[in-house]
């Protein structure tokens, strides 16, 4: 897409009609945020090059442009400029239709006129030695002078009739004209295929665009017009600073968005890029040896990151993959591809709502990406740098809301766990693999009923037992105390203190022992591996009971609710005693850790 656009700026300028006295134009190098930054730009521009100036764009941004020239001039130099590296490559001929105040050379007027330049031989470049400085004078402390800026006359339309626009536009190559299409149809003006021909759909879009641009709609556009819908088209980039880099340590060699991001550190297997300013930009380059098991490994773990947001398409194949998430604050979008045993890619997160720019971004770099020799070592970097649980390579892991434990019920999978706030999530998943639904709750036990979106097959089903437990018998909890911290959960083993609440209520057990908010959900087991019921949260509020109280939801009450989601369970009076190490069997494989996203 680069290579069409700089063709057709170049093409678009150097149409024989125009002369000095009819037009102006800029060749625009590049746009920075800051007054203070396009300031030292512009400095460093004029320690080479002639004829540079600054002006604050409409945007609030800060052009630098060499001008002003005729339209031959300017193409000329700008491909002079361009080969031989004074001069980024996404610099571009500007009518300067947007250029506001000017705040370079100090002083200077915006009105100034057309600058001739001679024809640059193959091998230099417009190179002017800059003006010495007055002896004790420093350029850089000199406060800027608002300069009194007489408006700038309207650029007047050249005298192009159709037939010579026509003529014009023959000079034009194929890719020039694929890249007009491309214009017009982010005008919003052409629909149909980038094919660089000017059919009836082409010129039906030109004819509207200049009708919008209050041109005279011949469906021809004049060379002029060619640049004038190229300024706007490229004019989204403004600051953007795209340019080429090539990292040898990644192996990889692509365009970036410079003028927000620059490198941060390596993180194997990434490359890291943060923003450097107001646009909450970042951007990953991807680089390891490995193989296909490697490379899903991979996608498995970029969607458990924070910059993978849940939403948006996503697509694995058998030596690639693609991921797009998007929430209300981020857009990502992340490719990367096995050839050789090497895994090479990228990832551009994006603030959400820059649509325009963010996909222009990720046209530039998705053609321009190219895999050089090598990977990134996965000893490079800061060791002890980014070392978390919740951090890969450094990136945070997305977390859920809450985390809670469940059991399994049911040979498909069914689990009953506590039902606080679980009716406000946007997801719930089990053991944060498997996606499941609230298929029943009540608030008055404070018991819930999931069902898993595909049938699973635990390892352990719950069995409730039917027989009235004896008072002080062993029992214990199988749940996640630490939310899923430690990986497995683990089993807490007490006594059963009543059969009833402290109030009398007759559908809760007190138990004698000790529990962490995440046991919450989690089954209580007698002696014999049998289900006497879940464990609720602590109560809330003032009064404060001791550490070893806890409460659950007996059978009887945890039976009503699935008989409501038509969930079958199984029941038991088995009362034969199992050894410790059979119960922490039947708990742990029975038990499952239920987190709520957002």
């Not at 300069?147 to 309207?154: D, K, N, Q, S």
């Not at 008989?563 to 199992?578: E, F, L, N, W």
């Amino acid at each position: 897409m680069r290579a069409y656009f700089t063709g057709l700026v170049v093409a678009g300028v150097l149409a024989t009609h125009l002369s000095a006295q009819d037009a102006q134009v800029w060749v625009q190098i590049e746009a920075q945020p800051t007054l203070a930054e396009a300031q030292e730009r512009l400095r460093d521009y004029s320690r080479n090059l002639s004829n540079v100036n600054g002006f604050t764009l409409e945007s609030g941004w800060h052009a630098v442009a060499l001008g002003p020239y005729s339209p031959d001039d300017a193409a000329q130099l700008l491909r002079t400029l361009r080969r031989d590296g004074l001069i980024p490559r996404d610099s571009f001929v500007a009518l300067g239709g947007n250029f506001a105040r000017q705040i370079w050379p100090i002083g200077g007027s915006a009105v100034r006129p057309v600058q001739p330049i001679a024809p640059l031989p193959e091998a230099e470049t417009a190179l002017v030695a800059p003006e010495p400085e007055a002896p004790g004078v420093v350029a850089e402390s000199e406060p800027e002078t608002p300069a009194i800026v007489a408006e700038p006359e309207p650029i007047v339309e050249p005298d192009e009739t159709p037939r010579e626009a026509r003529q014009s536009e023959r000079l034009l190559s194929r890719p020039d004209r694929e890249a007009l299409q491309v214009a017009l149809k982010w005008a919003g003006t052409y629909t149909a295929a980038i094919d660089g021909s000017f059919g009836r759909g082409t010129r039906g879009a030109m004819a509207l665009w200049q009708e919008q641009n209050g041109y005279e709609p011949t469906g021809v556009l004049t060379t002029l017009q060619r640049a004038a819908l190229l300024e706007a088209y490229n004019a989204v980039l403004d600051g953007m600073g795209l340019a080429n880099l090539r990292d040898d340590a990644a192996g990889i060699e692509m365009t970036l968005p410079l003028g927000v991001v620059e490198f941060a550190r390596y993180e194997p297997p990434f490359v890291q890029y943060d923003a450097t300013g107001d646009i909450g930009a970042r951007v990953l380059l991807i680089s390891q040896a490995g193989d296909q098991d490697t490379l899903f490994g991979l996608y498995d773990i970029m969607q458990t990151l924070e910059i993978v947001p849940l939403d948006g398409p996503r697509e694995r194949k058998n030596a690639s993959f693609e991921l797009q998430g998007e929430n209300d604050e981020i857009v990502s979008y992340t490719q990367a591809e096995l050839r050789n045993g090497q895994i090479k890619g990228f990832t551009l997160i994006w603030p959400a709502g820059d649509e325009e720019r963010r996909t222009r971004i990720l046209d530039e770099m998705k053609a321009s990406f190219q895999s050089v020799e090598g990977v990134l070592d996965p000893g490079l970097g800061d060791a002890g740098a980014g070392q978390a649980p919740d951090l890969v390579a450094g990136l945070e892991i997305r977390k859920p809301v809450s985390v809670r434990s469940g059991f399994y019920v049911s040979d498909d999978g069914a689990v009953v766990t506590s039902g606080d706030d679980l009716g406000s999530c946007a997801r719930i998943t089990l053991d944060e693999l498997y996606e499941a639904k609230l298929a029943a709750t009540d608030a008055a036990s404070n018991v819930a009923v999931l069902t898993p979106s595909e049938p699973l097959s635990p390892a352990q089903v719950a069995a409730f037992q039917q027989s009235v437990p004896r008072l002080q018998s062993d029992v214990a909890v199988a749940g996640y105390p630490y939310g899923g911290a430690l990986g497995a959960p683990t089993l807490t083993f007490g006594k059963l203190a009543d059969i009833r609440g402290l109030n009398g209520e007759e559908a809760l057990d007190r138990l004698a022992l000790s529990t962490l908010p995440g046991d919450a959900g989690g089954p209580v087991i007698d002696g014999a591996g049998t289900v006497l019921g879940m464990l609720l949260p602590r109560p809330e509020g003032d009064r404060q009971l001791p550490a070893e109280v806890s409460f659950s939801a007996d059978a009887a009450a945890i039976k009503i609710v699935l008989d409501q989601a038509g969930v079958s369970y199984s029941a038991t009076d088995a009362v034969a005693v199992k050894a410790p190490e059979d119960l922490t069997e039947i708990g742990m494989g029975m038990t499952v850790l239920v987190s709520c996203w957002d």
